[in-house]
């Protein structure tokens, strides 16, 4: 005999089942759009690949002609050589002295005639100046350290940063470029080798040498000018460049300086620097 218990219980079982059926519509039409949409991504994928492939040897192309330009607009190259500074005449008693710049560089060609260079180098400044100093004057004891001159070789370690515009001139079958540009100097170091003369308190005369550091007497930043002519040489495939400037000193590299050391004769000096370097085009 069907009883109400059994009316639950297929109840149940039918509510299971219809569960069971909601289940495997919802999972039949998710896979109806998964395959919907892998059919869709395959398709977009199609256009893409057919679009790269007509693009891949118009991009090559222009990569191309790209770095070939690049090429032949840019140069790069090191070079080194001799420098010969000296401090300006505002002040009597200064000379010169010889040391060494070394750097790189970077040519970009405006055209066949025109060209800019951008450089970074180590550049060796200064000069010599003989100074004067009478303490005595001041009512200090006549000895060494109150009477004495001193020849001192001052050296100012810079990195100078010019920018140079250069033109190609007709020079016979040698490319000559003149240039000119600012150029500005950093400072970082500056040494004095002196030798310093005077007469002891029993009226002899004594010399002492030595070396500091005057790196406070003189001025971080310079601002200067520079013209020159640069020589290309074929060497194989590359070019060396013989390079001959002139930096003039626009702002001083030391504000006060005073050969017989006396308030109210103080001046600035600057300092210019004639180079000679051989450099390499890579």
């Not at 089942?17 to 999972?27: H, K, L, P, S």
């Not at 080798?193 to 007469?199: A, D, I, P």
């Not at 971080?220 to 040489?233: A, R, S």
């Amino acid at each position: 005999m069907f009883s109400f218990k059994h009316l639950i219980i297929c109840r149940e079982k039918l509510t299971d089942v219809g569960d069971m059926c909601c289940a495997i519509e919802f999972n039949c039409l998710m896979l109806h759009e998964n395959l919907y949409a892998y059919k869709n991504i395959k398709l977009i994928m199609n256009l893409l690949s057919n679009r790269l492939t007509w693009l891949l040897p118009f991009l090559l192309v222009s990569f191309s002609l790209f770095s070939q330009e690049d090429q032949s607009t840019l140069s790069f190259g090191v070079k080194a050589g001799m420098a010969v500074s000296s401090f300006s005449t505002e002040q009597p008693h200064t000379g010169e002295r010889i040391g060494y710049t070394l750097g790189g560089f970077v040519g970009y060609a405006l055209n066949s005639q025109l060209s800019l260079q951008g450089e970074v180098n180590y550049l060796q400044q200064g000069g010599t100046l003989l100074t004067y100093t009478d303490e005595t004057r001041f009512g200090a004891p006549y000895n060494f350290a109150t009477v004495h001159q001193t020849h001192s070789r001052v050296t100012l370690h810079n990195v100078e940063v010019p920018i140079l515009v250069q033109y190609k001139v007709p020079f016979g079958e040698l490319p000559v470029k003149a240039f000119a540009g600012p150029s500005l100097a950093y400072t970082f170091k500056a040494t004095e080798n002196f030798e310093r003369t005077g007469y002891t308190a029993s009226n002899l005369i004594v010399t002492a040498t030595g070396s500091e550091d005057v790196s406070s007497q003189y001025e971080p930043f310079q601002l200067g000018v520079t013209g020159g002519l640069g020589f290309y040489i074929p060497y194989g495939d590359k070019s060396l460049v013989l390079d001959v400037r002139y930096r003039y000193g626009v702002t001083p590299a030391r504000s006060s300086y005073s050969y017989i050391e006396l308030n109210g004769t103080a001046e600035a000096i600057r300092t210019n620097t004639l180079s000679v370097t051989l450099g390499l085009i890579l």
